[in-house]
């Protein structure tokens, strides 16, 4: 596993971006794949997006694509996501994670992963 610590996150009006950040600690990241989830309330947690160990593949939800961006730096343990032309829909606690066992493709399911940073909120408001 990795340790992951998130920061970004807060409340801003719809139309603003916000950028979330990762840091990670442990000798493995740069061989997992990596995703951001978010749980609104009420909702189950689901996929946003996620990006391949090398950080040469990344995936989006259908709800997000085109205005949401991750990013990795392995030399500098991190993952973000920028997000753009935020939406009240956008509302939810985003959650940072690491692939389970070192696998470095995308997955779009939480049970493939087994590191989570501790979850920071995001809030737009209309």
């Known amino acids: 596993q990795v340790q992951l610590v998130q920061s970004g996150g807060g409340l801003v009006q719809a139309g603003d971006s916000l950028r979330l950040s990762c840091a990670a600690s442990g000798s493995t990241f740069s061989s997992r794949a990596m995703g951001w989830f978010r749980q609104a309330p009420g909702k189950e947690r689901e996929f946003v997006s996620g990006i391949s160990a090398g950080g040469s593949t990344t995936r989006y939800a259908e709800s997000v694509a085109g205005r949401f961006t991750i990013s990795r730096d392995n030399a500098k343990k991190t993952v973000s996501l920028q997000m753009n032309s935020l939406t009240p829909e956008d509302t939810a606690v985003y959650y940072c994670?690491?692939?389970?066992?070192?696998?470095?493709?995308?997955?779009?399911?939480?049970?493939?992963?087994?590191?989570w940073g501790q979850g920071t909120q995001v809030t737009v408001s209309s």
């Open positions: 994670a690491g692939r389970r066992n070192t696998f470095r493709t995308i997955s779009g399911s939480i049970s493939e992963y087994n590191s």
